[in-house]
């Protein structure tokens, strides 16, 4: 895959795919590793395989070899808790001049790996079932690049700094790079026992195995920004203490939300793994409660990422709304800066740290080109209030919410129509800055590209959406006079967009309107996610509705960022014509909320079928928007994030939108409302069970059933004061 930079333009393109080999991932804080099905780390090409920290590839290559080969494969796979990585591999033919001396499948080599607190912990047991004494090199090949993950993707740098001499002990090996930044990024290998021998690129173990004798290694592999030797010798952690941390960790982050049990096994696992991916993006961040958007090439807090995430797990977990509303209000812009793109009450699209971000050599050390970002965020700070009634934190958040309307208000409407677009200040920002960010995103119905400032239809529902939500924050807090002007002007906006977005030929809404008021007379998906927002007019929803299940528009697998046969339809690409889980779930609960079950539930169907065929029943960031073929699953997207933040969290959206499933403050903050609205579920559902759900100050279990017209709901359990409203 590559990265490369033409006009100051950002683009991120596969130019070698890993999609061949299924990869491993592993995400701790601000640590993640990726591995090949082996547990190696291979230096191909510019593979993004590595051991990164804080943006930083700290470790390029980890590979293991038995007598000096590769061994065979037996299996590999990541706990469905997502705290480890095993692999079972064993011995090849071995020779010795041409000599068998080891006969395949003789030796047995169990590998586990997992993260912890910036480390990397390695356990490899190696057992013989041979019937006599075998002779047997163990050997961990390594290299440390010290590349950031801009330059993985492609970036080429005029220079870089420079590679430190190696520094070691009996058992300790410290690779070191001090960077044009000024700072010394090192990578320490500890050894457990100290191995026969340990050099600057490998360390080995000479071992005479007896019949049925087992050894176990251990290898810790630490980062740090600033040590350059090895640290004083400690007794290691024992990998089994590291490994009961990670899962209590894991146990504890579960716990903060609802369970979900459903009679699909195969549903359960995509929840299961669904909701155990949004655990590792959250774990051990220093932004605490904000999951990090995806990996490998955006773990990293992202403003818009974070905000439809929480928005999407907000029924299960509420907590990492609270998590993403804090961080985003304590980044939020306050003054005006072109080359951050920068506007006071503006929302944070990204942070990154590493040399790049560091030096200004790329503009995401802290970057606000996002147009969505700002009212998004005022529509969490709506839901989360819905969701949980907690006035005491909206009160502390709405000086921000203020400047976020502010901002929509001021900078966000740039040429004073009263929809809100954008353009770039900054001349190594995104050109595009709406959720489909690519370049050649955004474009008229011959193809030829809109020119700025851009309104993009779903940005006009954002901001509708986030007026009414403000409104309802104003009225709770008692500013009553601020909540009719705000529902004013989300009336008014209304108004004025359906005039200006609908194409009644087309049916649906067009994508966008350039910078000379034109339409851009295109079927896409945003449609859909003006649906979401509820800004469409009831009849003209009912006409998109209907478009975006059109062939054209859904492939079989879900509904396609553009419909085929437009201009730039290519079903292989990012932006124009593939599939995004988060979006469909967005259009989803959009047909929903204008009453068409039918549709939504055909959508989770073709999202749950196609998780049969991804690895570990984990939904991508992306896949190609091919048409679904008889007795085929859908194609891969060459370097998609997987696991994807948005991407996981989509599946319990789609459960919500199927369910109707809402809540409700009551003026009584010691009552609760959990409402089902006209509730459905399709037929590989039968029943779906639901416990340690949240409501106000209470709990509750619930079991839904599915029946041949509607779906009876039953309270299990329930702990405090919550009313229950069911609309068949």
Not at 31 to 58: C, K, M, N, S
Not at 225 to 245: E, G, K, Q
Not at 502 to 511: I, K, P
Not at 565 to 587: F, K, Q, T
Request: glycine content about 8%; overall charge neutral.
């Amino acid at each position: 895959m590559e990265t490369i930079r033409i006009e100051d333009r950002w683009y991120v393109l596969a130019t070698s795919s890993r999609t061949d080999d299924r990869t491993r991932v592993l995400k701790n804080g601000e640590t993640f590793a990726v591995f090949d099905r082996f547990g190696d780390i291979q230096p191909i090409g510019t593979g993004e395989q590595g051991l990164y920290h804080q943006g930083t590839r700290f470790l390029s290559q980890l590979e293991l070899r038995l007598n000096g080969q590769r061994p065979m494969l037996l299996g590999s796979s990541v706990k469905q808790d997502n705290t480890l990585l095993t692999v079972d591999v064993t011995t090849p033919d071995l020779y010795v001049s041409e000599q068998l001396e080891v006969l395949k499948g003789t030796v047995h080599a169990f590998r586990a790996a997992l993260l912890s607190e910036s480390a990397c912990h390695q356990r490899l047991r190696i057992a013989s079932y041979g019937n006599q004494a075998i002779a047997l090199r163990v050997t961990l090949l390594f290299a440390a690049d010290y590349a950031d993950i801009f330059e993985v993707r492609g970036v080429r740098r005029a220079r870089r700094g420079e590679d430190l001499s190696p520094t070691h002990t009996e058992e300790r090996m410290v690779l070191a790079y001090r960077g044009l930044d000024g700072i010394t990024r090192s990578t320490e290998i500890a050894c457990s026992p100290a191995p026969t021998l340990l050099a600057a690129d490998r360390l080995e173990y000479t071992l005479q195995l007896q019949p049925r004798e087992t050894v176990e290694l251990n290898v810790t592999i630490a980062f740090d920004p600033n040590v350059r030797t090895p640290r004083a010798p400690s007794p290691h952690a024992p990998f089994a203490t590291v490994l009961a941390s990670a899962e209590k960790a894991v146990r504890e982050g579960r716990a903060r939300g609802c369970t979900v049990e459903t009679s699909n096994a195969q549903f359960n696992d995509l929840l299961q793994r669904a909701s155990a991916d949004l655990v590792m993006l959250t774990a051990g961040n220093p932004e605490v409660g904000y999951p990090y958007a995806g990996v490998p090439w955006y773990s990293t807090p992202f403003g818009r990422d974070g905000i439809l995430t929480a928005l999407e797990y907000l029924w299960v977990d509420p907590s990492m709304a609270k998590g993403v509303l804090s961080y985003l209000a304590a980044t939020q812009a306050r003054e005006e800066s072109p080359e951050q793109d920068a506007e006071p009450g503006k929302i944070l699209h990204e942070t990154r740290k590493g040399e790049l971000a560091t030096l200004g050599e790329i503009p995401f050390g802290r970057y606000y080109g996002t147009v969505d970002g700002t009212p998004l965020f005022v529509v969490l700070a709506g839901a989360y209030f819905r969701r949980t009634g907690d006035l005491e934190f909206l009160r502390g958040l709405w000086p921000n919410v203020e400047r976020a309307l502010a901002w929509i208000e001021k900078y966000g409407d740039i040429d004073g129509d009263g929809f809100v677009e954008y353009q770039r200040k900054s001349n190594k920002g995104l050109a595009q800055q709406g959720w489909k960010d690519s370049e050649d995103s955004v474009f008229h119905q011959d193809g030829s590209a809109a020119e700025g400032p851009i309104a993009l239809a779903e940005v006009q529902g954002y901001v509708y959406k986030a007026k009414l939500r403000a409104a309802d924050l104003a009225h709770a807090l008692g500013h009553t006079a601020r909540a009719v002007t705000l529902r004013s002007e989300a009336l008014q906006l209304r108004t004025q967009f359906d005039r200006a977005f609908w194409c009644d030929d087309l049916g649906c809404f067009a994508l966008a309107l350039d910078g000379s008021k034109r339409p851009c007379r295109v079927r896409t998906s945003n449609s859909g996610q003006v649906l979401w927002s509820g800004i469409a007019h009831p009849a003209h929803a009912e006409r998109a509705a209907k478009t975006l299940l059109e062939p054209a528009s859904f492939s079989g697998w879900g509904v396609r960022t553009v419909a085929k046969g437009e201009a730039r339809y290519n079903p292989m690409s990012y932006h124009n014509g593939s599939i995004w889980p988060h979006d469909n779930a967005l259009i989803a609960m959009g047909l929903a909320r204008c009453g068409f079950k039918d549709k939504t539930q055909r959508i989770l169907g073709a999202l749950f079928d196609a998780s049969m065929f991804m690895d570990l029943h984990r939904l991508p960031e992306l896949f190609c928007g091919f048409a679904r073929r008889p007795n085929e699953g859908p194609t891969l997207y060459p370097v998609a994030c997987s696991p994807q933040a948005w991407a996981s969290a989509s599946v319990f959206y789609l459960l919500q939108a199927c369910l109707g499933l809402s809540f409700r403050p009551t003026p009584n903050p010691d009552r609760a409302r959990l409402s089902f609205d006209h509730p459905r579920l399709p037929d590989f559902l039968n029943r779906v069970e639901i416990r340690r759900l949240r409501v106000g100050n209470g709990t509750i279990d619930i079991d839904l059933q599915r029946h041949a017209r509607d779906v009876g709901v039953n309270v299990l359990n329930k702990e405090g004061d919550i009313e229950v409203s069911v609309t068949l």
